[in-house]
């Protein structure tokens, strides 16, 4: 058996920080750093997109990267999480953030360097990519130590709001920054963001990570990685939660992109409402985790709230599909999102709460895995049979399939539905 211990100046520590969310400066410092870093990668990414297609003129170019990225995070997602649960998570955390400030810093001098070469640009995007799957089980299997069970429904929501915010800003304010200052500029302040989340860490002090002792500190590495695989497979949530997340991204994601097709190809729709249907989703989200945020411990049946949310959105998604016009399908697209933020808001909250902590950094890896790999299949088959039976047909059948999954679900998944 593993057991976090901890000191008794530890414990005092850890129980004066979670008395009251809003009076923790640590979790504030790390909801910054995180938010920031979210911020600057919204810059990168389009300036890596835009150099990429100026560059080389062609698509394949930006799928090179996007299955290397892939690649990597189904290959060592569940190697970073195991390493997670072994070593002092903050530390993971700076050293991903100062590595990743210099590898983006890196890239900024290749992009700005005529004539670099392409496959350097994909290598040094893939170890940036590497890096960040150590970052994020690091800090989400922390959360629970930093606010203690009675805020982490609160501390969750209050990340994805964040994160939502941070990308959405982050894309428009990319835009015009690249505009005024160019592709180079953009990935340098990635890079100093980067920077930035190393200090915000540095300054958030010590938090606790598992500490491995007696008989099990003997454990091989490869053990603790497959006692990850073994615990998900045996442990009846999180088996359920691997089944439902991945699955669910699956067609959301393939959903939100017949959803852009079809506004241009069916509804015709001009710049403003083009601009409207992209914002419905991280509002829709936004206005779900901000009641799932007010509530927090008055929120109950919270399992049976997944499942309604679920069993709710196929018949949404065939309800789109039928729409004529972006004014009709806005206020859906708009119900889509905020159903979605109970559905997985509600599951990464449930299973922060399950999963023992020490655990929680090889189950958020393999989850992590999953949930790139799986809906990015999906959207590849999706956007190839689109165009050849129309994105509406599409989006009716994925309507069909996800209505099906959501029963199936709702009665099989008797872990979940039944959590309160």
Same mark, same amino acid.
């Given at each position: 058996?593993?057991?976090?211990?901890?000191?008794?100046?530890?414990?005092?520590?850890?129980?004066?920080?979670?008395?009251?969310?809003?009076?923790?400066?640590?979790?504030?410092?790390?909801?910054?750093?995180?938010?920031?870093?979210?911020?600057?990668?919204?810059?990168?990414?389009?300036?890596?997109?835009?150099?990429?297609?100026?560059?080389?003129?062609?698509?394949?170019?930006?799928?090179?990267?996007?299955?290397?990225?892939?690649?990597?995070?189904?290959?060592?997602?569940?190697?970073?999480?195991?390493?997670?649960?072994?070593?002092?998570?903050?530390?993971?955390?700076?050293?991903?953030?100062?590595?990743?400030?210099?590898?983006?810093?890196?890239?900024?001098?290749?992009?700005?360097?005529?004539?670099?070469?392409?496959?350097?640009?994909?290598?040094?995007?893939?170890?940036?990519?590497?890096?960040?799957?150590?970052?994020?089980?690091?800090?989400?299997?922390?959360?629970?130590?930093? !606010?203690?069970?009675?805020?982490?429904?609160?501390?969750?929501?209050?990340?994805?709001?964040?994160?939502?915010?941070?990308?959405?800003?982050?894309?428009?304010?990319?835009?015009?920054?690249?505009?005024?200052?160019?592709?180079?500029?953009?990935?340098?302040?990635?890079?100093?963001?980067?920077?930035?989340?190393?200090?915000?860490?540095?300054?958030?002090?010590?938090?606790?990570?598992?500490?491995?002792?007696?008989?099990?500190?003997?454990?091989?590495?490869?053990?603790?990685?497959?006692?990850?695989?073994?615990? !998900?497979?045996?442990?009846?949530?999180?088996?359920?939660?691997?089944?439902?997340?991945?699955?669910?991204?699956?067609?959301?994601?393939?959903?939100?992109?017949?959803?852009?097709?079809?506004?241009?190809?069916?509804?015709?729709?001009?710049?403003?409402?083009?601009?409207?249907?992209?914002?419905?989703?991280?509002?829709?989200?936004?206005?779900?985790?901000?009641?799932?945020?007010?509530?927090?411990?008055?929120?109950?049946?919270?399992?049976?709230?997944?499942?309604?949310?679920?069993?709710?959105?196929?018949?949404?998604?065939?309800?789109?599909?039928?729409?004529?016009?972006?004014?009709?399908?806005?206020?859906?697209?708009?119900?889509?999102?905020?159903?979605?933020?109970?559905?997985?808001?509600?599951?990464?909250?449930?299973?922060?709460?399950?999963?023992?902590?020490?655990?929680?950094?090889?189950?958020?890896?393999?989850?992590?895995?999953?949930?790139?790999?799986?809906?990015?299949?999906?959207?590849?088959?999706?956007?190839?049979?689109?165009?050849?039976?129309?994105?509406?047909?599409?989006?009716?059948?994925?309507?069909?399939?996800?209505?099906?999954?959501?029963?199936?679900?709702?009665?099989?998944?008797?872990?979940?539905?039944?959590?309160?």
């Amino acid at each position: 058996m593993i057991e976090a211990q901890y000191t008794t100046k530890e414990q005092l520590n850890l129980a004066t920080l979670q008395v009251n969310l809003f009076k923790n400066k640590q979790f504030f410092l790390l909801l910054a750093a995180y938010t920031f870093s979210i911020f600057g990668n919204s810059f990168h990414n389009i300036a890596l997109n835009l150099w990429v297609l100026t560059e080389t003129g062609s698509a394949k170019m930006m799928t090179v990267i996007l299955v290397t990225n892939l690649a990597v995070g189904a290959l060592f997602g569940s190697i970073a999480g195991a390493i997670a649960d072994r070593f002092d998570r903050r530390k993971i955390m700076q050293v991903c953030d100062l590595f990743r400030c210099i590898l983006v810093l890196t890239i900024a001098l290749c992009i700005a360097i005529p004539h670099s070469p392409f496959m350097l640009i994909v290598l040094l995007t893939a170890i940036v990519t590497f890096l960040g799957l150590f970052q994020s089980p690091s800090l989400n299997a922390s959360l629970i130590n930093i !606010v203690g069970k009675d805020n982490i429904q609160r501390a969750t929501g209050l990340m994805n709001i964040s994160d939502n915010i941070s990308r959405t800003l982050g894309f428009v304010l990319g835009g015009i920054f690249i505009a005024a200052f160019g592709g180079v500029w953009a990935i340098i302040f990635d890079g100093l963001t980067f920077f930035l989340s190393f200090i915000l860490v540095f300054l958030a002090g010590h938090f606790p990570s598992p500490r491995i002792t007696g008989g099990a500190s003997k454990n091989s590495f490869s053990h603790d990685l497959k006692q990850g695989f073994q615990f !998900v497979r045996k442990d009846a949530f999180a088996k359920a939660v691997t089944v439902l997340s991945p699955t669910l991204l699956l067609f959301f994601m393939s959903a939100l992109m017949l959803t852009q097709v079809m506004a241009v190809k069916v509804w015709h729709a001009n710049a403003f409402e083009f601009g409207l249907i992209e914002a419905c989703i991280p509002l829709g989200y936004m206005i779900g985790a901000g009641i799932i945020v007010l509530l927090g411990a008055k929120l109950k049946r919270r399992g049976l709230l997944i499942m309604i949310s679920l069993l709710l959105m196929g018949p949404i998604y065939i309800l789109l599909s039928f729409s004529s016009n972006a004014t009709v399908a806005i206020p859906i697209i708009l119900l889509i999102g905020f159903m979605f933020s109970f559905c997985t808001l509600l599951v990464n909250i449930i299973l922060r709460l399950e999963v023992s902590e020490e655990l929680q950094g090889r189950v958020f890896g393999i989850m992590g895995s999953l949930n790139s790999v799986v809906p990015s299949l999906g959207l590849i088959f999706s956007s190839f049979v689109a165009d050849s039976y129309g994105a509406n047909s599409i989006l009716l059948y994925i309507g069909l399939i996800l209505t099906l999954f959501s029963i199936l679900s709702s009665l099989s998944l008797k872990k979940i539905r039944t959590y309160n």
